[in-house]
């Protein structure tokens, strides 16, 4: 599996309120959540993101409560990779039952800039700035974790078996 897009670049303890603000978590609707991602941290994120497109942060991306509508709202926005150096515990879990693709790779984080455009080898975790023409060795994901990912999310791997 691999991922190609260009990088929206956050700081350090973004939490799952400015990923999706708690105002939207009426909605369990992964279209109406993607219509609000990001917004209390990027205003422009919506109209910007493309399919594809990756977003990468510094330490603890997606700390504060343990809400499944933040990964929810970055996958259907259109994300198909997080990259940070750290990730909040909770945060990692959800996003992998989800199925959306997230890699921790300190060096790779503190690299990469806003615009670059990446590309992700999941099954090596090779992450390779085009723009840059930069390599990163972030952590590849087990087999059973991909096929998580490649099933779009634990409920529907446990459904196929």
């Avoid at 956050?10 to 109406?32: F, W």
């Avoid at 997606?62 to 994300?79: D, L, M, Q, T």
């Amino acid at each position: 599996m691999k991922a190609k897009g260009m990088v929206f670049k956050y700081g350090d303890n973004v939490d799952t309120d400015v990923i999706i603000p708690a105002r939207y978590l009426n909605s369990s609707d992964p279209a109406e959540l993607a219509t609000h991602c990001m917004e209390d941290i990027d205003k422009d994120f919506v109209n910007k993101v493309h399919k594809g497109d990756i977003i990468v942060a510094n330490k603890n991306f997606g700390c504060g409560s343990s809400r499944e509508h933040a990964p929810i709202a970055i996958k259907a926005a259109g994300v198909s990779c997080v990259i940070a150096e750290t990730f909040a515990r909770i945060f990692y879990r959800n996003a992998i039952n989800i199925g959306l693709p997230i890699i921790e790779c300190p060096e790779a984080a503190k690299a990469i800039e806003a615009g670059d455009e990446v590309e992700i080898d999941f099954d090596s975790g090779m992450i390779y700035d085009r723009t840059k023409g930069t390599e990163y060795k972030g952590q590849a994901f087990p087999e059973f974790m991909q096929n998580i990912i490649a099933a779009e999310g634990l409920i529907n791997y446990i459904n196929k078996k």
